[in-house]
């Protein structure tokens, strides 16, 4: 399974992005996938992940402004990310899990500043 992570950027605070995880492979939709953030200095945390029938979960600090989803059509996990904080900027990861073996891409950045 590979992992391809895009749309990080750079955003004012109050903005809006929306980051996409391309995964590889047939096995996505029995994939639960998430996104992991880590900012310089600090260690790789959860921010939000869905299992393979949609459920979904957020860290605290996101919930009511970030939502994850998935197209299995389109082998695609997305992470739109609503009223975006300083504190948001940080390396976003996705990871899936597969058969019980971990995949991660390869991080997209995301700043968040005026």
């Known amino acids: 399974v590979q992992l391809q992570a895009s749309g990080g950027g750079l955003v004012q605070p109050g903005g809006s992005l929306r980051l996409s995880c391309a995964a590889s492979?047939?096995?996505?939709?029995?994939?639960?996938m998430s996104w992991y953030r880590q900012a310089p200095g600090n260690q790789r945390d959860l921010v939000a992940s869905i299992g393979t029938a949609g459920d979904t979960g957020y860290t605290g600090s996101v919930k009511g402004r970030f939502t994850i989803s998935r197209d299995n059509a389109k082998n695609t996990v997305y992470l739109q990310m609503n009223s975006l904080k300083p504190d948001d900027t940080a390396v976003y990861y996705c990871k899936a899990i597969v058969d019980g073996v971990t995949y991660w891409g390869q991080g997209t950045l995301v700043t968040v500043s005026s």
């Open positions: 492979g047939s096995a996505f939709r029995w994939s639960v």
